[in-house]
């Protein structure tokens, strides 16, 4: 596997800078929980050649008692910015476990991708799940996918303004920095390298063919983060899923949304989730 961190001699590299650039974490400090939160480490695994080297540790918040949610923040976010969330579905009976993906928040390591991110939900599957739902912002909606289509164990699915094509979103890193296309196509293989998967095969679309839990796909016309068409294009190929497109709340107003926020809770107390589901159980 190829290390991100080249000798200080080495010229510079525009490929070597953009894989930096699509993996490197800016967040904001570390968010503090309110009391009564349980908040837990552990550590995953990364792949050979990882930046921050063979385990990052991963911190996990849990609040509230009954049937068990996970809570998937965004790229340069951190699960404490999912609180007026987690605040409303505790208040529906259902406890939260949230996360901070590597990089972020509480959690150590500096730099993430999807399959990283996908690897410690599948992980946080195994010490709390199954789970009745699972809610995903952003890039950690695209985590969250893929930790669906290779295993994690959900009953029921929320995304919100969720990015579908990890391969695209490289790419437009790539245009950003400059690259061509031969430069673009190996910044694809290297990221494949380091990461273990190709970015083209993160497909959401793809993905969603194979899966068949309830979901609500929500996604706001005014989003200038992550346009919202590519969205409403996987809600057509998941069986059983719902479009929801909403009107004038960008990419992040929709957290804090009293609609939003309502029209999810509904969502979740549509179907009950059985007792064996909840955290206690787990």
Do not use: C
Request: hydrophobic share 45%; aromatic share 4%; proline share 10%.
């Amino acid at each position: 596997m190829t290390n991100l961190s080249p000798p200080q001699s080495a010229p510079t590299d525009p490929v070597l800078q953009a894989a930096q650039q699509v993996l490197r974490v800016k967040p904001s400090p570390p968010r503090a929980w309110p009391t009564g939160t349980v908040s837990t480490t552990f550590d995953i695994e990364a792949p050979a050649g990882w930046p921050d080297g063979p385990r990052v540790p991963v911190t996990l918040h849990r609040r509230g008692e009954g049937p068990a949610v996970l809570l998937v923040h965004g790229w340069q976010s951190q699960a404490a910015d999912l609180m007026p969330l987690g605040d409303a579905l505790i208040a529906a009976g259902f406890s939260v476990w949230a996360p901070d993906l590597p990089g972020h928040g509480h959690s150590g390591g500096q730099h993430l991708a999807i399959p990283q991110a996908a690897n410690a939900l599948r992980e946080i599957g195994r010490l709390a799940g199954p789970f009745a739902l699972a809610i995903g912002h952003s890039y950690g909606g695209a985590s969250l996918v893929h930790a669906l289509a290779q295993g994690l164990a959900v009953q029921r699915v929320v995304l919100l303004a969720a990015p579908t094509h990890y391969g695209q979103f490289v790419r437009l890193a790539a245009r950003q920095r400059g690259l061509d296309a031969a430069q673009t196509e190996a910044l694809l293989a290297r990221l494949h390298e380091v990461t273990g998967e190709h970015p083209d095969r993160i497909d959401m679309a793809r993905q969603a063919e194979a899966l068949s839990a309830p979901a609500l796909l929500m996604h706001s016309a005014d989003d200038t983060v992550v346009p919202a068409a590519g969205l409403h294009a996987v809600a057509q190929r998941w069986r059983g899923a719902r479009w929801h497109p909403l009107e004038g709340l960008g990419h992040f107003r929709l957290l804090d949304d009293p609609g939003v926020l309502q029209t999810i809770r509904r969502f979740a107390a549509e179907s009950p989730p059985p007792a064996a589901l909840s955290a206690a159980a787990a």
